[in-house]
């Protein structure tokens, strides 16, 4: 998908219909009280499908020979990463109607992931393990209408986390032009 890069201030309406936004929303209301559940099947879905991304996390993940999970994750510690990335995203959905703040978190964000040694190619390796986990707790209210919708937002939160990635000194409250 192709987002448009217009100001940062109007951009979230060019990218997500209203309808979209209270979907996204509308489902995140059923699912915002249980976030470590959401978290940790993220989580799992993600060290399974892309096992080379658990380096990212040493102090979580204690790779053996295999670079298998087995016992060597730190449960807790991954359950509180898990709650924290879900809380960020608690805070994206919740900040959908106001693109200028939103956009200044996302940038932040993208800055601190640096710091992490996470490189933007890698933003789009959770997707697919965020699509599961939504449709695991979700379950018969992720319908194709919701799913597509998350996808935009997931699009959406990549481009700015990307953007503060690849500019970490820039002040992320400053009027960014995405445009190029």
Known sequence: MHLPFPNRGKQLHKVLTPDQIQLVQGSWALIKDDLEKLGL????????????????????????HENK???NIDR????????????GLGAAVESLDDSRFLNGVLVSIGQTHVHRQVKPHMLKKLWPSLSYGLQQVLSGNYTKSVAEAWKRVYDY???????????????PDSNIDLRR
């Open 41 to 64: 099947i993220v989580f799992y879905r993600l060290f399974e499908t892309e096992p080379q991304m658990k380096t990212m996390f040493p102090k979580i993940v204690q790779i053996n």
């Open 69 to 71: 999970l087995e016992t």
């Open 76 to 87: 807790e510690m991954l359950a509180r990463h898990a709650v924290t990335v879900m809380e």
């Open 157 to 171: 939160i990549c481009v700015y986390m990307k953007h503060g990635m690849e500019n970490p000194d820039i002040d």
